[in-house]
C-alpha cells in the first residue's frame, strides 16, 4: 500500500522525530523514503544549515537500515512544493509534524500541517513530538470511532508501524455513557460494553489481525479525549494514533474536537492519520 | 527501545546535543516547540459555570418557569400575593443551588502540592558553559548538572554520575536514596538506573544528564496529570438525587398540568388553574430535602471526624457506606509499623556464626542509636535494637554504601573491622541469594573475629533449597524475612555483592493492630470484600492476612510481576475471586486494580499515602489518606484522611455512612410525609369548589421551616441493629423506593391530610360557611381555617418524626428518649409555629390568623393515631416478615 514515502523535514526538531516515524514505516513496508525540505522565502542561514544537516542524519539513518532513500530540497511555498513531488513522484503517504504554535490556533485552522492534511492527494500522517525518552514505542495505543472509513488503510498502517517497532498495540473506543431520563447514567461491566462493539471496529480489528501482530482493547464510556489521555498516562502508551478529525467547525464549536484537545494534551508522541488509499 | 537502553553517544545523538549543551538559539527553538516546563491543571469546568448549572437542571427550569408565571400574574392581577409567590418560588431555586453546590465543591489543592516538588532553578550547560536556568525553561536536549541537595527538574537521562543518589519517594513511595549510574540498563525507563526524574531530589554524589521529557510529559506530570484529570464522577448519593429529583419534577410537573386542564374543563379562569398548577408544583417538591441532606450530611462527617476519619468532601460520608470493596495498604494500616525480631535461622545454629549475622544485621544498617532512642524506619530499628541487645555496640568505619532500593530489595554497606575490609548485604532471599558463593557452616579455624573460625562451603542446589524451605517456613509464620550474607573484599575491590557467603535468615515480626481482627470480621459480616496491597512477599502477605482473618482458605495472590504481564481479562477475573492479595506491589499498580473494580461496578475505596498514590485515591470512590504517613499530595486528593492510620477506622468510618444513608431515608419519608396534606387541599379545591385550604407560603412555613430541624435530628439517629450485618446496598435500589413512596404517600400522608382538612372545615363549620361559599383571602374565617389546617400538618408531622426514628422496630425498644436532638426540634417546630400563628409578623408572612387554643387540641388525636397506626405497621412487619 505504501510503496513511497515522503517525510518532510525543516530546522525544527520535531521534524526529524516524525521523519523517524516514517523511517519506521518504510522499513517495515520496503518503501522507498523521499525525504524533503523546502526551504520557505526568507529562511536564515542557520536554519537552512539545521534542515540539511537534520537529513543528512536521516539519510545515513535510512542507509543503515537499507531503505532506498532519496533527498529532495525545493525552495518556495511547503505545500504548493510537497503536493507537486507527490504528484511527479506518485507519493502514497506524506509524514509532517505539527508544531506547537499549529495547535495554539483553534482546529489548527490555515497551518501547514492541516493544508498538507486537506490539500494532498495521498494519504498524511501528521506526528505531535512531546516525549524524546520513547525511541522505539513498544505499547500504541489505538483510538478509535464507532464510524471508521478506510478501515483497511488505517488497520495496515497501524500494523506496520507495530512491525516494524515490534510494538504491542491496544485499541480503545470511548463511548458515549448510556443514561436514562428516570435512571440517569446505566453502568455497564466490560463484558457487556463488549457485546455493543461497533460493526466499524470489528472489521477493524479483522484487518489488524491480517498483520499478525499482538493486540487487545476494550470499550470505555467516558469524554473522548480527556479518556484518551488517561488511557495513555495511565497505561503509559508510547505512541497514539488516531485518525484525522472529520468534525465540521460547527460541529467542533458545539461538540468539541477531541483530536484538537488531544493534540494539545497527548502525553505522549500522537500521530493523525487521513487515509486517502480505497478499498 | 527507550533512551536508557542507549549508549552515551546513542543518547546525545538522539536528543540531536552535545556534551556541550544546546545553543540558545537552538535553546529557544525547543522552548517553542516543546513548551515550558511546568506541570499544569488539567483544564475543568469553571467553579462560577458549575454554579450556574445548578439552576439550569430540570427541576430548576421547572421552578424558573413557576416563579416567571408567578411574577407575571403579580403583573397582570396585582395584590393576589403572587409577587410573594414568585420571590419565594426563586428563593427556593437558590437554596436548592446553594445546597448542591456545597456537597458538590472540593478545593483541588494537590497540583499546588505537586508544584512544590519541582525546583525554580537548575544548572545547565548551554554553549559550552555552565548556567542557572529557570527551572520552567529547560527543553529536552538540555544538559544538567546534578549536585546534591538539587531537586530533578525534568526526566533526564544520566551520562555522567559521581555517587549519585537520589529519593525517589515521590515516584516510588520508597524514602531511601536509590544510587544511580549512567551505564545503558535493558529494562524498562520507569526502573532503569540511568534516569533521574523530575521531582525526585539529589541525596548525595553528582551528576550530569540529558533531559528528554519536560512537563506534563515527565513520569511526575504524568501522576499530576492523572491525579487533576481523572474523576471519579458523581457519588451514590448524588446520583439518586439527581434521579429522585428528576421523578418529582416529572410527577410535579405532570400534576399541576393535568389539574389545569381540569380547572379549565370544569370552567375555572386561567389564573386560578394557574396558581394551583404552581402550588401544586410547589407541594410536590420537597423544597427542604437538599438542604437538610446537605446539613445531615455535615454532621456525619463531624461524628466521623470525633472517630478519628477526617471527611473532606459531604458526600463522601454517605459514598463511605455504600462501599463494597476496600483495596488495603498492609504495613501500618492493617499492622501496628513496630518490628520486631522473632526468629533467627543459621545452617549450624552455632552461636558464633549467629554472631557473624548479628554483626551484619548491626553494620548493615541506616537506624541510629542516639540519646537513648532508635531512629531510623522499623525494620532497621527492629534488627539494630535485637544485634545491640545480642552482641553490644561495634565501632566499624563505613567505606561505602549501596542504599536498599525496592528494585534491588537489598543493601549493602563496606566497613572494615581490625584492618579487614568485609562487605555486609541484607535483603529479600531472590535478590541476595543468587549472589552468594558459599554458605558459612561449623567453625574450624580462627580467621574472623571473636577468636571464632569459620568453613564456607559452595552453594549447590540441594543447599539453596534448605535455605528456602527455611525462608518460606518463617513466611508461613507471617514473618518478614530478611536473608543476610557477607564478602571478604581485598583492599581495592569495588564488587562487595559478589562471591558473597551466606550467612542466615532474620525473620522480623510486624505485628498486627489488635482491633482490625474485630473490623475484618465486621466487614466480612457487612458484605464488604478487602484487598490487600503490599509490598512484603506472597507468603508473608498470606500468612499475615490468615492470621487477621482477611483470608480463610488458600487466597489467590498476585505477586507484582504477574500482574504487570497480566491482561485486563485475566485481572479481572482474578478480582472477581472471593479471596485475592496483591503482593511484592508497588503504589503504581494500584490504579489499574481500582479501574477494573470500577469498571466491574464496585464501590471502591483504596488506602494510600504516597504521591504516587494520589491517582488511585482519586479515581477510586473513596481515597482515603494515611494521617500520620501520607504525604501533603496523598491528603489533599483524598476524599477521607485517617487520622490514626488505622484500618478499623475506615470501618467504623463506612458504619457511621451507613448509618447516615438509613437516616437520610428516614428524613426523606418524614419529609415526604407531608407532601400529600400539602397537595390534597389543592385537589379538594378543584375537585370540590371549596376555599383553598393550604396556601403556597405556608406549604413553604412546613417544608423550609418547621419541618427542617426535625428531619435534621432524625439524621442524628444512632445505626439500627444489625446494619453491619446487611450486605451493602444494592446500587440498583433506589433512594425513593416503592416501600419508602408508599409508608409516606399511602399511609402517613393520608393521616396528616386527613388531619389538615378536619381542621380546615372544623373552624369553617365553626363560623358558619355554607358548602359553596368562597372565601375572600383575606376574609378572617377563612384564614383561621387555613391556620388551623397548617396547625394540624404540624401537629401530625411531630407524631411522625417520631414515628420515622425506625422502619421495622418500636420507638420504644430504640428508646423513646435516645435522641435527644429529636426533641429539641419538635420544640422549635411548635415554637415557630407558634410564631406563625400567634405573632403579628408570622400572620402577615404566611397569611394566618390566630386560633382558638382548643383547636390544637382538636387536632392532637390525629397525631395520637398516626403514631399508634405506625407502631401497629410495624409491629405487623416484624410479626409477620421475621
Known amino acids: 500500500m505504501y510503496k513511497k514515502i515522503?517525510?518532510?523535514?525543516?530546522?525544527?526538531?520535531?521534524?526529524?522525530?516524525?521523519?523517524?516515524?516514517?523511517?519506521?514505516?518504510?522499513?517495515?513496508?520496503?518503501?522507498?523514503?523521499?525525504?524533503?525540505?523546502?526551504?520557505?522565502?526568507?529562511?536564515?542561514?542557520?536554519?537552512?544549515?539545521?534542515?540539511?544537516?537534520?537529513?543528512k542524519r536521516l539519510f545515513l539513518d535510512a542507509e543503515k537500515l537499507n531503505i532506498e532513500t532519496e533527498s529532495i530540497t525545493e525552495t518556495g511555498e511547503p505545500v504548493e512544493e510537497i503536493n507537486k513531488i507527490v504528484k511527479k513522484e506518485g507519493i502514497n503517504i506524506v509524514f509532517a509534524s505539527t508544531r506547537r504554535e499549529d495547535i495554539k490556533r483553534r482546529f489548527?485552522?490555515?497551518?501547514?500541517?492541516?493544508?498538507?492534511?486537506?490539500?494532498?492527494?495521498?494519504?498524511?500522517?501528521?506526528?505531535?513530538?512531546?516525549?524524546?525518552?520513547?525511541?522505539?514505542?513498544?505499547?500504541?495505543?489505538?483510538?478509535?470511532?464507532?464510524?471508521?472509513?478506510?478501515?483497511?488503510?488505517?488497520?495496515?498502517?497501524?500494523?506496520?508501524?507495530?512491525?516494524?517497532?515490534?510494538?504491542?498495540?491496544?485499541?480503545?473506543?470511548?463511548?458515549?455513557?448510556?443514561?436514562?431520563?428516570?435512571?440517569?447514567?446505566i453502568h455497564l461491566t466490560p463484558a457487556q460494553w463488549e457485546e455493543r462493539v461497533p460493526k466499524d471496529i470489528s472489521n477493524y480489528i479483522e484487518q489488524l489481525k491480517k498483520c499478525e501482530i499482538e493486540f487487545e482493547g476494550r470499550l470505555s464510556p467516558g469524554h473522548t479525549s480527556r479518556s484518551i489521555t488517561i488511557e495513555a498516562a495511565s497505561r503509559r502508551h508510547d505512541l497514539i494514533i488516531?485518525?484525522?478529525?472529520?468534525?465540521?467547525?460547527?460541529?467542533?464549536?458545539?461538540?468539541?474536537?477531541?483530536?484538537?484537545?488531544?493534540?494539545?494534551?497527548?502525553?505522549?508522541?500522537?500521530?493523525?492519520?487521513?487515509?486517502?488509499?480505497?478499498? | 527501545m527507550k533512551i536508557n537502553n542507549l549508549?552515551?553517544?546513542?543518547?546525545?545523538?538522539?536528543?540531536?546535543?552535545?556534551?556541550?549543551?544546546?545553543?540558545?538559539?537552538?535553546?529557544?527553538?525547543?522552548?517553542?516547540?516543546?513548551?515550558?516546563?511546568?506541570?499544569?491543571?488539567?483544564?475543568?469546568?469553571?467553579?462560577?459555570?458549575?454554579?450556574?448549572?445548578?439552576?439550569?437542571?430540570?427541576?430548576?427550569?421547572?421552578?424558573?418557569i413557576g416563579a416567571g408565571l408567578a411574577l407575571l400574574s403579580e403583573y397582570l392581577h396585582p395584590g393576589e400575593g403572587m409577587l410573594t409567590l414568585g420571590l419565594a418560588i426563586i428563593g427556593v431555586i437558590f437554596i436548592n443551588a446553594i445546597f448542591t453546590f456545597i456537597q458538590e465543591y472540593r478545593a483541588e489543592r494537590a497540583i499546588g502540592k505537586l508544584k512544590l516538588l519541582?525546583?525554580?532553578?537548575?544548572?545547565?550547560?548551554?554553549?559550552?558553559?555552565?548556567?542557572?536556568?529557570?527551572?520552567?525553561?529547560?527543553?529536552?536536549?538540555?544538559?544538567?548538572?546534578?549536585?546534591?541537595?538539587?531537586?530533578?527538574?525534568?526526566?533526564?537521562r544520566l551520562i555522567e554520575t559521581t555517587y549519585l543518589t537520589v529519593n525517589n519517594a515521590p515516584l516510588t513511595g520508597e524514602s531511601e536514596p536509590v544510587p544511580l549510574q549512567h551505564e545503558?540498563?535493558?529494562?524498562?525507563?520507569?526502573?532503569?538506573?540511568?534516569?533521574?526524574?523530575?521531582?525526585?531530589?539529589?541525596?548525595?554524589?553528582?551528576?550530569?544528564?540529558?533531559?528528554?521529557?519536560?512537563?506534563?510529559?515527565?513520569?511526575?506530570?504524568?501522576?499530576?496529570?492523572?491525579?487533576?484529570?481523572?474523576?471519579?464522577?458523581?457519588?451514590?448519593?448524588?446520583?439518586?438525587?439527581v434521579k429522585a429529583t428528576r421523578v418529582i419534577a416529572f410527577l410535579a410537573a405532570v400534576m399541576g398540568i393535568i389539574f389545569f386542564f381540569i380547572g379549565q374543563f370544569i370552567g375555572r379562569s386561567f389564573w386560578e388553574n394557574f396558581i394551583f398548577a404552581v402550588g401544586i408544583i410547589v407541594a410536590n417538591v420537597p423544597e427542604g430535602l437538599l438542604p437538610t441532606v446537605t446539613l445531615s450530611l455535615a454532621m456525619g462527617s463531624q461524628r466521623m471526624a470525633k472517630k478519628k476519619a477526617l471527611i473532606k468532601t459531604l458526600t463522601s460520608v454517605e459514598t463511605l457506606g455504600s462501599v463494597t470493596v476496600i483495596c488495603t495498604d498492609k504495613t501500618g494500616t492493617l499492622t501496628q509499623n513496630k518490628m520486631e525480631v522473632k526468629q533467627i535461622w543459621t545452617f549450624d545454629n552455632q552461636q558464633s556464626t549467629i554472631d557473624l549475622l548479628m554483626k551484619t544485621a548491626y553494620l548493615c544498617n541506616n537506624t541510629k542509636f542516639i540519646e537513648g532512642q532508635y531512629k531510623g524506619d522499623p525494620t532497621e530499628t527492629a534488627l539494630l535494637k535485637y544485634a545491640r541487645e545480642n552482641i553490644g555496640d561495634l565501632i566499624a568505619d563505613r567505606i561505602s554504601e549501596i542504599p536498599f532500593d525496592s528494585e534491588r530489595k537489598r543493601m549493602t554497606t563496606v566497613n572494615i573491622i581490625d584492618g579487614k575490609r568485609l562487605g555486609f548485604t541484607k535483603g529479600a532471599l531472590e535478590s541476595l541469594l543468587p549472589l552468594c558463593k558459599y554458605v558459612l557452616m561449623h567453625p574450624v579455624r580462627n580467621e574472623l573475629s571473636n577468636g571464632v573460625n569459620y568453613r564456607k562451603i559452595p552453594i549447590d542446589e540441594k543447599l539453596k533449597e534448605e535455605i528456602t524451605n527455611a525462608y518460606h517456613s518463617a513466611m508461613d509464620k507471617e514473618l518478614r524475612v530478611l536473608s543476610f550474607a557477607y564478602s571478604e573484599l581485598e583492599m581495592h575491590n569495588s564488587e562487595p555483592e559478589k562471591d558473597m557467603v551466606f550467612l542466615g535468615l532474620i525473620g522480623l515480626e510486624d505485628p498486627p493492630r489488635p482491633e482490625v481482627p474485630n473490623a475484618i470480621k465486621k466487614c466480612r459480616e457487612a458484605g464488604i470484600r478487602i484487598i490487600m496491597i503490599t509490598g512484603d512477599g506472597s507468603r508473608t502477605a498470606a500468612a499475615i492476612a490468615r492470621e487477621i482473618g482477611l483470608v480463610k482458605e488458600n487466597p489467590i495472590v498476585i505477586e507484582g510481576h504477574d500482574f504487570i504481564k497480566m491482561s485486563d481479562r485475566e485481572l479481572r477475573k482474578k478480582l472477581s475471586e472471593k479471596e485475592i492479595i496483591f503482593a511484592r506491589m508497588t503504589p503504581k499498580h494500584k490504579m489499574r486494580v481500582v479501574s477494573i473494580l470500577k469498571e466491574e461496578g464496585e464501590r471502591v475505596a483504596v488506602t494510600g499515602d504516597g504521591v504516587n498514590d494520589a491517582p488511585a485515591l482519586k479515581k477510586a470512590d473513596i481515597g482515603i489518606a494515611m494521617g500520620i504517613a501520607g504525604t501533603d499530595v496523598a491528603k489533599e486528593t483524598a476524599d477521607m484522611i485517617l487520622l490514626d492510620d488505622n484500618f478499623a477506622t475506615i470501618v467504623n468510618a463506612i458504619e457511621e455512612g451507613r448509618t447516615v444513608y438509613e437516616n437520610i431515608r428516614k428524613f426523606i419519608s418524614y419529609i415526604f410525609s407531608s407532601n400529600i396534606p400539602e397537595i390534597v387541599p389543592y385537589l379538594a379545591y378543584v375537585l370540590f369548589k371549596i376555599p383553598l385550604p393550604l396556601t403556597i407560603m405556608q406549604i413553604l412555613a412546613v417544608d423550609l421551616g418547621t419541618d427542617m430541624l426535625p428531619a435534621l435530628a432524625l439524621g442524628a439517629e444512632k445505626p439500627t441493629a444489625g446494619l453491619m450485618k446487611q450486605p451493602p446496598r444494592d446500587p440498583k435500589e433506589r433512594l425513593l423506593n416503592f416501600k419508602l413512596l408508599s409508608r409516606a404517600y399511602l399511609f402517613l400522608g393520608p393521616i396528616e391530610a386527613a388531619a389538615g382538612l378536619f381542621g380546615f372545615f372544623y373552624v369553617l363549620n365553626s363560623g358558619g360557611w355554607k358548602w359553596g361559599e368562597m372565601l375572600s383571602s383575606n376574609n378572617i374565617l377563612y384564614m383561621q381555617a387555613t391556620t388551623a389546617c397548617?396547625?394540624?400538618?404540624?401537629?401530625?408531622?411531630?407524631?411522625?418524626?417520631?414515628?420515622?426514628?425506625?422502619?421495622?422496630?418500636?420507638?420504644?425498644?430504640?428508646?423513646?428518649?435516645?435522641?435527644?436532638?429529636?426533641?429539641?426540634?419538635?420544640?422549635?417546630?411548635?415554637?415557630?409555629?407558634?410564631?406563625?400563628?400567634?405573632?403579628?409578623?408570622?400572620?402577615?408572612?404566611?397569611?394566618?390568623?390566630?386560633?382558638?387554643?382548643?383547636?390544637?387540641?382538636?387536632?392532637?388525636?390525629?397525631?395520637?393515631?398516626?403514631?399508634?397506626?405506625?407502631?401497629?405497621?410495624?409491629?405487623?412487619?416484624?410479626y409477620f416478615m421475621k
Open chain 1, 108 to 185: 489548527y485552522a490555515g497551518t501547514v500541517a492541516r493544508n498538507l492534511s486537506l490539500k494532498l492527494p495521498c494519504s498524511v500522517a501528521l506526528v505531535r513530538v512531546v516525549h524524546m525518552g520513547r525511541v522505539h514505542p513498544k505499547d500504541i495505543l489505538v483510538p478509535l470511532k464507532a464510524r471508521i472509513d478506510h478501515a483497511k488503510e488505517r488497520a495496515y498502517f497501524t500494523g506496520m508501524m507495530a512491525q516494524g517497532f515490534h510494538s504491542k498495540v491496544f485499541i480503545f473506543h470511548t463511548v458515549k455513557p448510556i443514561t436514562k431520563f428516570f435512571h440517569g447514567e
Open chain 2, 184 to 241: 545503558p540498563y535493558l529494562g524498562e525507563l520507569i526502573e532503569s538506573k540511568n534516569i533521574a526524574f523530575a521531582g525526585t531530589a539529589v541525596v548525595s554524589g553528582s551528576g550530569k544528564a540529558v533531559v528528554f521529557a519536560t512537563g506534563m510529559r515527565t513520569e511526575f506530570g504524568r501522576i499530576a496529570r492523572l491525579t487533576s484529570a481523572v474523576e471519579a464522577g458523581l457519588s451514590p448519593l448524588q446520583k439518586e438525587i
Open chain 1, 6 to 55: 515522503l517525510t518532510a523535514v525543516n530546522e525544527h526538531l520535531n521534524s526529524e522525530i516524525a521523519a523517524r516515524y516514517a523511517l519506521n514505516l518504510a522499513k517495515a513496508c520496503g518503501s522507498k523514503l523521499y525525504i524533503c525540505f523546502i526551504a520557505e522565502k526568507g529562511i536564515t542561514k542557520s536554519s537552512f544549515e539545521k534542515a540539511e544537516e537534520a537529513m
Open chain 2, 7 to 64: 549508549s552515551k553517544e546513542e543518547v546525545l545523538k538522539n536528543l540531536v546535543t552535545s556534551e556541550n549543551g544546546l545553543s540558545e538559539e537552538e535553546a529557544q527553538k525547543r522552548l517553542s516547540e516543546f513548551g515550558h516546563n511546568e506541570i499544569k491543571e488539567t483544564k475543568k469546568t469553571p467553579l462560577s459555570i458549575r454554579f450556574v448549572k445548578q439552576f439550569t437542571h430540570f427541576l430548576a427550569i421547572l421552578l424558573w
Open chain 2, 118 to 156: 519541582l525546583p525554580f532553578y537548575v544548572k545547565a550547560i548551554r554553549e559550552g558553559k555552565e548556567t542557572e536556568i529557570p527551572a520552567g525553561e529547560v527543553i529536552p536536549g538540555d544538559v544538567i548538572i546534578l549536585s546534591e541537595g538539587d531537586k530533578v527538574p525534568a526526566d533526564s
Open chain 1, 242 to 279: 488516531m485518525g484525522a478529525s472529520e468534525r465540521s467547525m460547527l460541529s467542533s464549536v458545539l461538540k468539541g474536537n477531541p483530536v484538537e484537545d488531544l493534540l494539545k494534551e497527548t502525553p505522549c508522541d500522537l500521530i493523525i492519520l487521513k487515509p486517502r488509499h480505497e478499498g
Open chain 2, 790 to 878: 397548617l396547625n394540624a400538618i404540624i401537629i401530625t408531622q411531630i407524631a411522625n418524626v417520631l414515628a420515622c426514628r425506625s422502619f421495622r422496630e418500636s420507638v420504644f425498644s430504640i428508646g423513646f428518649f435516645s435522641n435527644k436532638l429529636i426533641f429539641a426540634g419538635i420544640a422549635f417546630e411548635i415554637a415557630l409555629q407558634l410564631f406563625i400563628v400567634y405573632h403579628p409578623w408570622g400572620n402577615a408572612i404566611f397569611a394566618t390568623s390566630p386560633i382558638a387554643a382548643q383547636m390544637w387540641f382538636v387536632l392532637i388525636p390525629f397525631a395520637i393515631l398516626l403514631f399508634a397506626a405506625e407502631e401497629t405497621r410495624k409491629f405487623a412487619i416484624r
